[in-house]
């Protein structure tokens, strides 16, 4: 005869499956909510997001979210996105909790921008504000790249960050300007106070919250985004920043805050961007869909930085947006979607200048530009284009 509890265990990991399945069939709705684009990619695109972060999810909420046993693990990648991630990025955290010790070691790479941040519980999908945050310049780091982080409550010598009693997870973001030559950070994480934690168990209870936990994530991480895009999307070609249409507290990048322009484009039309860097640690151009993610940037050209863009000769940086290839050295590509948001950083600079974005007729694209504007070869593109993809198995890559 079977035994009672077996069978009530299996009742229960039936129930958490269907309830995971059910949550994450209701989400299937949200693609076809007023305000999505129709006609386009973007309600594929949709789908996509939410197929794509059932994976981080899975992560977040149940294969790495206990902060007795954490680990460093990427979060977007390119088949994982939202949140308006960075194509230059490599995002990494671990789950921690404000009470206990952490010691964080490893190489720190070369990416031109680091920073880590504490992050404390919050109502957006990342958490809530940053108890504290360290750029790479504020660490000590060996010649040869070796570090060692602590993270804890209470003050420690050498690089230390401070949580709070809110904290629960740990965010390195690294930017890499030069796709091709800049590391990325290989390191791991220990917690090194309190008692020894018991060995982790992956039974009925802890899948069915975990389960439940993920399948409502899911939906309502997509159905935050899709909200705070409406946002820019009444005021389309208008550099506005976060703080300036919502003052919830959110794991921002530390040392510049985005400026974000919503953009509608038909197929005869081009949006040109203008705007003369300031100096900065740092800065890049980026380039998504309605639902924060990144275009597919290992084979599109969706986004630039101070590595890879075209200056003009006096100073200018002139994006170009556009269905087809103008030639333009600073092309940004569309990839199919008639809507989405352009999104530039100035990290750490010396000042923060606001771009201007001026739509016209394909056709009369020249008379609005410099007649020297910078261009290239076809042959030139294809090396863009193949520089990509290189650079991203250099960050993600085996």
Known sequence: MSNPDHRSRDQQLVKAWDQFCDQLKAAGRIPFRDGVPAGDLSRSAGFRCLAQNIGLGMQFFLENDDPLHPELLHYFDPIRKQGGDNPDAVYVGAPINGTDTYRIHGNRGSARYFAVTAVETGNTPWGGGVAHALFGQDLQVEPDGRFELICSPDPHPGNWLQTSPDTFRITFRQFFADWENERPMHASIDRISGAPAPKPVMDQERLARGLDAVSRWVGDSLTYWADMIERWKVRPNTFLSYRQLDDNAIDATPGGEPLIAYWQLPADEAIIVRVTPPQAHYWAVEFGNYWWCSMDYRSILSNTN??????????????????????????????????????????QADHYPLPQATQVKLAELDRHLPANAKKVTPAERCEQIAARRRGVIQRFGV
């Open 306 to 347: 101070c590595h890879y863009a075209r200056i003009e000769d006096d100073g200018e940086l002139i994006l170009v947006i556009a269905h087809v290839d103008t030639g333009h050295a600073n092309w940004l590509d569309p990839a199919g979607f008639h809507e989405g948001y352009v999104t530039v950083r100035w990290m």
